[in-house]
């Protein structure tokens, strides 16, 4: 090796430490994975996660033999699996791992601050642009390289300050805390505007969508809509589909409307009803081929764990819209060379919020059950739970801090517990508890509600029937909840109590069983019966295709249909999404 060479090894204190090497590769691929994770880069993610498990292992192996490294170790491996979905964890670990597991060369120390740094400021750079402060559009361009750039070299040349990560932890702390008193003070009532037109299409905004993201929502009509935004001073939260309304263009609304937030959706069949010039919308069509549940776009992080608790985000993703500096990123995506693709953006102007989306699915009537959280996140809905998010990374910020680490005697446990501690906040999301028409739950996956074929196409035909519909909600009041059932044995008493309903109806695919809480077993043929028509309750009846035999303890229930505990009924079918008459069950005809 050359002296060049040897002089450059000795600056960031290497000196032939192949530790000390592997520890540096560590900190490389935490920052790679905090970079890629919410992006469509997933090999490049899974390299990294390979580059983070191998340092560890070589570590372990030649670098410190003591039972509690060990411990840390494993703590830190099973944290980068929680940490794909929870970037803060990625920062204990790697706050762990510098503390306990490193000799602090100075190129550790730069890369452990960057890796340290990088989520707190895209979350400030996302809350920032929320609240109208211009230029957050520029952190996404090129894989956001240019933002982890200038963070290592800024590091870099003030690594020996070592309060600096433990600022930004605490502006970061303090940002989220804002954030949320800010989105209590502005969540003001959600209205929906609607077409005048008699027959408009499914499209439009519904009383089910309100139903599944706010208690206190409504709808009103174009006209009385119009004369309220352009008239009145009142700060609502309106929701607009300019499929069914394109006279509400953006760029009309941003010159003549007084107050309030608009969240404006687009859509690429209807492209030359309602773009214009000044249109923060391009007259294009932009749709990913992607399965959408598992390779979502790259969305602001409060949206993309929203997306996370939905049973499905489902969304094509119609026209892109245009990049300013004024505008912040919601939802985009990227081309080969690292442009960004934008696909949702908001904007702040005079007091007023305007949020564009390129496609009107989500708010769909057939979509809008699968999407409550994300749409409840997009339209700025507070999560009190964020509040103890940022206590905890206030309490990492004390424990960035190199003395107090080394000087408290039980900051070894803390750390790893802080690792526990965000993966569960994580967990929780506020919710409201609705009052709806029909609940709906399954045993099995869910797939696209536009499966005609699968029961995941069930809450789309209900909500065309007009009637509100919730899909996996933990607390509903309903007066009918379905549960569709494909198991085998499956427990009656696992059926979730917290769910108030006037009625229950339990369906078994074929081959499906349940055992009541009598020790009673019933079970689903798996031969087709055809078309059946079933009497749940006096003058009720629900027609039932693809029809399918009952067993009760063996013997066969002629009637096709089984009554538990006076309000539940089974029933037995292939395709509980052909079901008929459950709107009479509910209404008169």
Not at 45 to 65: D, E, G, M, P, V
Not at 79 to 98: E, Q
Not at 224 to 232: C, G, K, L, N, P
């Amino acid at each position: 090796m050359s002296i060049v060479k040897k002089r450059q090894i000795a600056l960031f204190g290497y000196n032939n430490d192949p530790a000390k090497i592997a520890g540096s590769l560590f900190f490389i691929g935490i920052i790679c994975l905090l970079s890629y994770l919410s992006q469509t880069f997933h090999s490049l993610s899974f390299l990294s996660f390979l580059i983070c498990c191998s340092s560890f292992l070589f570590i372990a192996l030649i670098y410190k033999h003591t039972i509690r490294s060990f411990i840390l170790l494993i703590i830190c491996i099973l944290g980068i699996i929680f940490g794909i979905k929870v970037p803060f964890v990625l920062v204990v670990i790697s706050t762990i791992f510098y503390f306990y597991f490193s000799n602090k060369s100075k190129l550790e120390t730069v890369l452990w601050k960057a890796s340290c740094s990088l989520p707190a400021l895209i979350i400030v750079i996302n809350i920032a642009g929320y609240w109208g402060i211009p230029g957050s559009v520029v952190h996404i361009w090129f894989w956001s390289l240019p933002t982890i750039c200038v963070l290592i070299l800024f590091y870099y040349f003030f690594w020996k300050r070592e309060y600096i990560v433990y600022s930004l932890l605490v502006i970061c702390s303090a940002c989220t805390i804002a954030n949320e008193i800010g989105l209590i003070h502005f969540d003001n009532e959600c209205v929906g505007v609607v077409s005048d037109k008699q027959n408009k299409a499914f499209d439009g905004v519904s009383l089910c969508l309100l139903k599944n993201i706010t208690d206190t929502g409504s709808l009103l009509f174009l006209e009385e809509a119009s004369r309220r935004i352009f008239t009145e001073n009142v700060n609502k939260k309106w929701i607009i589909s300019l499929v069914s309304t394109p006279s509400l263009r953006p760029e009309f609304l941003l010159k003549n409307a007084l107050a309030g937030e608009y969240y404006v959706f687009a859509e690429h069949d209807n492209l030359t009803s309602f773009i214009g010039s000044d249109s923060p919308f391009n007259c294009d069509s932009f749709r990913r081929k992607s399965p959408w549940n598992v390779y979502k776009p790259i969305m602001n992080p409060s949206l993309f764990k929203a997306s996370e608790k939905d049973v499905l985000y489902c969304s094509n993703i119609g026209c892109t819209l245009k990049k300013d500096l004024w505008g912040y990123p919601l939802v985009w995506t990227y081309t080969k060379l690292g442009t960004p693709i934008l696909l949702a953006k908001g904007l702040c102007n005079k007091g007023r919020r305007f949020v564009y989306v390129g496609d009107s699915d989500p708010i769909g009537d057939f979509l809008a059950p699968y999407n409550p959280f994300w749409i409840r996140s997009l339209l700025g809905v507070p999560n009190h739970f964020e509040i103890a998010k940022a206590v905890l990374m206030l309490l990492l910020g004390f424990y960035t801090i190199k003395r107090i680490a080394e000087q408290t005697k039980w900051s070894s446990c803390v750390l790893p517990f802080l690792v526990l501690f965000f993966c569960v906040v994580d967990k929780f999301q506020s919710d409201i508890k609705p009052v709806v028409d029909v609940s709906i739950s399954a045993t099995d996956n869910w797939l696209s509600p536009h499966y005609s074929s699968n029961f995941s196409s069930m809450p789309k035909k209900l909500a065309q029937e007009n009637l509100t519909v919730v899909v996996e909600r933990k607390e509903t009041i309903s007066k009918l909840d379905i549960k569709i059932v494909n198991k085998k044995k499956y427990k009656i008493n696992k059926i979730d109590s917290s769910n108030q309903c006037n009625r229950r109806l339990l369906i078994l695919l074929p081959g499906a069983s349940i055992i009541t809480s009598s020790g009673n077993i019933l079970i689903a043929d798996d031969v087709p019966l055809g078309k059946k028509t079933m009497e749940l309750q006096q003058q009720k009846e629900i027609v039932v295709d693809d029809a399918r035999n009952l067993f009760l303890d063996g013997n066969l229930i002629s009637e096709m249909c089984f009554m538990y505990n006076n309000i539940t009924y089974v029933i037995a079918t292939g395709s509980p999404q052909k079901i008929e008459g459950i709107h009479d069950l509910l209404y008169k005809k």
